[in-house]
Nanobody, 125 residues
């Protein structure tokens, strides 16, 4: 079992940057693909980015390609999301999640086995 805790959210102006972190507890972090997801007010939770168990393969939703970078450090049981050139439409609660493979995490949020509690990101125009 994996327990996940996000941090790093906040308020930033459009064009600015934020870095989110997800700390994982448990001995099996490296056995899971990891992903970032977000949920804006009144909208469904959506996929943002995912990374394979070893970190070699990454996936992004089209709207964040070239602006966001997902990474992980299995030695530190940590996941990160570097967000640059933020836009007001990036405003949402961001969640990290763990699942079997990055491909599955990209396909459906129902494939997430474990969720963090979320961290708020607000981008002002």
């Amino acid at each position: 079992q994996v327990q996940l805790v996000e941090s790093g959210g906040g308020l930033v102006q459009a064009g600015g940057s934020l870095s989110l972190s997800c700390a994982a507890s448990g001995p099996t972090f490296s056995g899971y693909a990891m992903g970032w997801f977000r949920q804006a007010p009144g909208k469904e939770r959506e996929f943002v980015a995912a990374i394979s168990r070893g970190g070699a393969i990454t996936y992004y939703t089209d709207s964040v390609k070239g602006r966001f970078t997902i990474s992980r450090d299995n030695a530190k049981n940590s996941l990160s999301l570097q967000m640059n050139n933020l836009k007001p439409e990036d405003t949402a609660v961001y969640y990290c999640g763990a699942g079997a493979t990055g491909t599955l995490l990209r396909e459906s949020i129902s494939r997430v086995d474990y969720w963090g509690q979320g961290t708020q990101v607000t981008v002002s125009s």
